[in-house]
């Protein structure tokens, strides 16, 4: 997994014409494919005179990247996957993007929908301001009681945010998030300092402004 991506940091809309039609790239940041999907709904809902409002994302969720596009009564793969085609070129993560076009009469051929749509998604990428998302691990980690402080101080050394400590038998558990290129150093550390007896696993990663 990449340490790091793009998404924009606020959402834009453009306006592009091609020919008699007018295309509207609406673009937002979206932290899951529930966000993503309600925004669809939401600019569909805002244009709902439009001729067509071709959507697409790409969102890390539930542990993955996935990818979505819908040519919503295109031709078949000349609208959404150009679009995603521009997100993913442009290596952006978390955002979602919806073209709205409003037909003028004049046919643009599939090469013609091909080339319109990315270009009007790429507008509103190029022209959106920019924000820089690092990969984070939350971790758990358990040992024996003794070796608590010298796991909290290497917690700390690295900045990470503890969420909880709790004491089990005579040992504990701590969780805490961490940036992803701080968990081998981490680890490293903590097998130095305490021979190896507090084991820290990934229990969940996901990306975030920093």
Do not use: W
Not at 3 to 26: C, G, H, M, Q, W
Not at 40 to 58: C, G
Not at 178 to 206: M, P, S
Request: with cysteine.
């Amino acid at each position: 997994m990449k340490e790091s991506y793009k998404t924009l940091k606020e959402p834009l809309k453009i306006i592009n014409k091609v020919k008699d039609s007018r295309f509207i790239a609406t673009a937002s940041p979206c932290n899951s494919r529930k966000e993503a999907e309600d925004f669809i709904a939401k600019i569909k809902s805002t244009y709902s005179d439009a001729s067509h409002n071709v959507s697409a994302f790409r969102i890390y969720d539930s542990q993955e990247i996935v990818e979505y596009s819908d040519d919503d009564g295109e031709p078949s793969g000349s609208s959404g996957p150009p679009v995603l085609a521009k997100i993913a070129g442009y290596e952006l993560l978390n955002i979602c993007v919806v073209v709205t076009r409003y037909f003028g009469g004049t046919k643009l051929g599939i090469g013609g929908l091909i080339k319109a749509y990315g270009n009007t998604c790429e507008m509103a990428l190029r022209q959106g301001k920019k924000l820089t998302l690092k990969l984070f691990y939350q971790v758990e980690g358990k040992g024996d009681y003794q070796d608590l402080g010298e796991t909290l101080g290497q917690l700390e050394k690295i900045a990470a945010e503890i969420k909880g400590i709790k004491h089990e038998n005579e040992g504990f558990v701590v969780k805490a998030v961490l940036r992803a290129v701080d968990f081998a150093t981490l680890k490293n550390n903590i097998k130095e300092l305490t021979g190896d007896k507090v084991d820290f696993k990934i229990a969940h990663k996901f990306y975030a402004a920093n």
